[in-house]
């Protein structure tokens, strides 16, 4: 069996479509040694991927820019969210924007996506990146919003929902401006990419088998959500499920705009020609031509269409 690690930058509901398609063999039936790698953030992916660690990680295209801009070599070949799926919430004394000004925001490590939204978010509020100080604090932050340790941070789903039932002030909701952002990438080394293009293959059929499954069998892709994410609230576990059909590309398309969007974030200028040093589309091209979407939407009676 061929070895396959993912890394898992996050435990979130934007890697669903992977732990749907794990626990359903699907990995297994394309003959892999399958497994996930669980890592912080986005620091680690060019190291992780170009010395063979993991062979492949789920992370936003920020990640990539960065991390070729210090010398790796690595691509964005699909994507399970093309829009930011995040909220900036403050912790509680904080009663507006003004008042996170000088004091600590919480991300997952420097360059991941929590990073960039901030900064996304930070902006359309009036501020801007010298206004606050970054504190990397890892995936799990809302305990850390809660306690005070931090005065603002993003959260996606679950702890996104857990923190408006929780009452934590939403000082910016990007998910409801739908800004069109590759902010979950599927994401190898080019050279592996090169030399073992049928593995990536294989692991995009299975993980876009998994996204289908996941929307055609609801009651079954609750049950693997609500291992996977340790949710034990019916109601959190329904809006987390609800976010996965609702804003998940089912045929895992990574968007040119969304990646646009992240280059013009980090160079601060409208030069996005280069936007593919840092994407790949033909493995998407050569599924959709072979007919492979149009398979799987006949297979589970699913329209694509978001």
């Not at 660690?53 to 070599?73: T, Y």
């Not at 991300?107 to 991941?112: E, H, L, M, P």
């Not at 809302?142 to 000082?171: C, H, I, Q, W």
């Not at 045929?251 to 996005?272: C, F, H, L, Q, W």
Request: aromatic content about 8%; glycine content about 8%; hydrophobic content about 40%.
């Amino acid at each position: 069996m061929l070895k396959f690690k993912v890394g898992e930058a996050s435990p979130a509901n934007t890697f669903f479509a992977i732990w749907m398609a794990e626990a359903a063999g699907f990995y297994k039936q394309e003959g892999f040694d399958f497994g996930i790698t669980k890592m912080v953030g986005g620091s680690e992916t060019g190291p992780a991927l170009s010395s063979g660690h993991i062979q492949l990680m789920h992370i936003g295209m920020s990640s990539v820019v960065k991390a070729n801009s210090g010398g790796f070599n690595i691509t964005t070949i699909g994507s399970l969210s093309n829009v930011i799926r995040s909220t900036l919430f403050g912790a509680p004394g904080i009663k507006n924007i003004q008042d996170i000004k000088g004091k600590t925001v919480g991300i997952s490590s420097a360059g991941s996506e929590s990073e960039l939204s901030t900064i996304v978010a930070l902006q359309k509020l009036g501020l801007s990146r010298q206004d606050i100080k970054f504190i990397e604090i890892g995936v799990e932050r809302l305990s850390y919003l809660k306690n005070g340790t931090v005065a603002a941070t993003m959260l996606g789903e679950p702890l996104r929902s857990r923190a408006f039932r929780d009452g934590m002030l939403p000082l910016c909701d990007l998910l409801a401006e739908r800004m069109p952002w590759l902010y979950s990438g599927l994401v190898v080394d080019k050279e592996y990419l090169a030399t073992n293009r049928e593995a990536v293959m294989k692991f995009m059929r299975a993980t876009i088998e998994g996204n289908y499954l996941a929307v055609s069998s609801p009651d079954d892709a609750k049950n693997v959500m609500s291992d996977a994410l340790n949710i034990d609230d019916p109601e959190s576990l329904e809006l987390t499920y609800d976010n996965f059909k609702k804003y998940t590309p089912l045929n895992a398309e990574p968007t040119v705009a969304g990646g646009k969007n992240i280059m013009r974030t980090i160079s601060e200028n409208d030069n996005t020609d280069d936007i593919w040093n840092f994407m790949d589309k033909s493995i998407h091209e050569e599924l959709r031509d072979s007919g492979y979407f149009k398979e799987m939407q006949e297979k589970y009676n699913v329209d694509p269409t978001p």
